[in-house]
């Protein structure tokens, strides 16, 4: 994060040394730090390139435009639609705030954004049959035109995902780090708005609001991992606003008031993020003992055929510990039954592996089913078409 920022921050107007920690040290941040999916390392280009975007309109320089391209290149080579999304957002920001060479600064962000979509275009058409198919198959999986707000801060203190229908409360002990992060935010644009500051703060709190739009909006199942970049960027103008607000001047009892008065808010929301991580790190570590249990009871049934399944939560993982062909099991439509009917008839062995009972009508009731033994943990099933398919 530090680096990311660094690269592209002017040295005088060098964002606010606390904008690693704000960032970092959330329990997101401590989670997937040591795990590997796309959302923390797209929240470090997109930084780097919502700090390029500023220099160049800092400085009216077409060679930062070429690195902020570079950066939002990477960062849709890791996650195409998040770059697309912060490139519309920065955009908006390069069209009102520079004043020379605004064109010439918007095609090379488009050149970098085309150059880093060519692989998610490849690999439509090898997989999905071309963009438009790979697009409305996405689409029918997670679109949801709505409001999610409070689905996010029903996450705010974990688990990492939801299906919608199967959230827990509201987490209200997390509103203070949002009230917090964006109380901060906005002292940061207001101080900093006749400064050589604000060009940075403004650009990232801009590139993080529109990140931070289609998750709120547009997708149907919330992960917390999803606003990691706009956390990221947000934490720039909050950083910001920590330093207006650090005292530099009155008696060394006030400044020591002050000081407290900014760092013990601060220090309890980290403690609080430390134990939310602790908390859902221990979860997930018992979610991937029984993924383990269930692939294992999938290779032992196998008996070394091939072989192929469907679950319904961390199929991946089981994918790995079985050695079969795994897939995401949906109750909303049957093309996963259908798949394994079809490789089942070719002499392939197939199951399902579900804690949920399937629903009325579903084609799964007419599969043979048996519990899977996982010690104290109760309600998992191997299901297995029957042999006249």
């Not at 998750?215 to 990221?232: D, K």
């Not at 599969?367 to 099933?381: A, E, F, L, N």
Request: charged share 15%; with cysteine; proline share 8%.
């Amino acid at each position: 994060m530090t680096v990311s920022l660094a690269v592209g921050s002017p040295p005088s107007t060098l964002m606010a040394p606390p904008t690693p920690a704000l960032a970092g040290f959330t329990w997101l941040g401590l989670l997937y730090g040591s795990q590997i999916y796309p959302n923390l390392p797209v929240a470090f280009f997109l930084v780097a390139a919502a700090a390029f975007i500023a220099r160049g309109i800092a400085r009216g320089s077409d060679r930062a435009s070429v690195w902020a391209a570079v950066a939002v290149a990477l960062g849709a080579f890791v996650r195409p639609t998040d770059a697309l999304w912060l490139a519309a957002g920065v955009g908006l920001v390069v069209l009102a705030y520079r004043r020379n060479g605004w064109l010439r600064g918007l095609v090379t962000l488009g050149v970098g954004l085309v150059v880093g979509w060519i692989p998610w275009i490849i690999e439509a058409y090898i997989r999905f049959g071309g963009p438009l198919a790979r697009w409305r198959n996405a689409e029918g999986q997670v679109r949801s035109i709505g409001f999610h707000l409070f689905d996010y801060l029903r996450l705010a203190d974990g688990p990492t995902c939801a299906v919608p229908g199967r959230l827990g409360p509201i987490a209200w002990q997390a509103l203070p780090w949002w009230l917090v992060l964006g109380g901060l935010s906005v002292v940061g644009l207001v101080r900093t708005r006749r400064t050589p500051a604000f060009i940075p703060a403004v650009t990232a709190t801009v590139g993080a609001a529109a990140l931070a739009f289609p998750y709120l909006f547009l997708v149907r199942i919330p992960c917390g991992r999803y606003l990691l970049p706009t956390y990221a960027l947000l934490a720039v103008p909050a950083a910001f606003g920590v330093r207006a607000l650090w005292p530099r001047a009155g008696s060394r009892a006030w400044r020591t008031t002050a000081i407290a008065m900014v760092l013990v808010p601060l220090l309890a929301i980290a403690a609080w993020h430390a134990r939310v991580a602790n908390s859902v790190e221990a979860g997930l570590v018992k979610q991937g003992n029984i993924a383990l249990t269930l692939g294992r009871a999938i290779k032992s049934e196998a008996g070394g055929r091939p072989c192929a399944f469907a679950s319904n939560v961390s199929f991946p993982q089981i994918e790995l510990a079985s050695g079969c062909d795994g897939s995401r099991l949906t109750y909303t439509r049957t093309t996963e039954i259908d798949r394994l009917t079809a490789r089942a008839r070719h002499g392939e062995r197939v199951f399902i592996v579900t804690n949920r009972a399937p629903p009325k009508g579903y084609p799964l009731q007419r599969w043979t089913s048996r519990p899977v033994d996982i010690g104290s943990i109760q309600g998992w099933k191997l299901y297995e078409p029957p042999p006249n398919l």
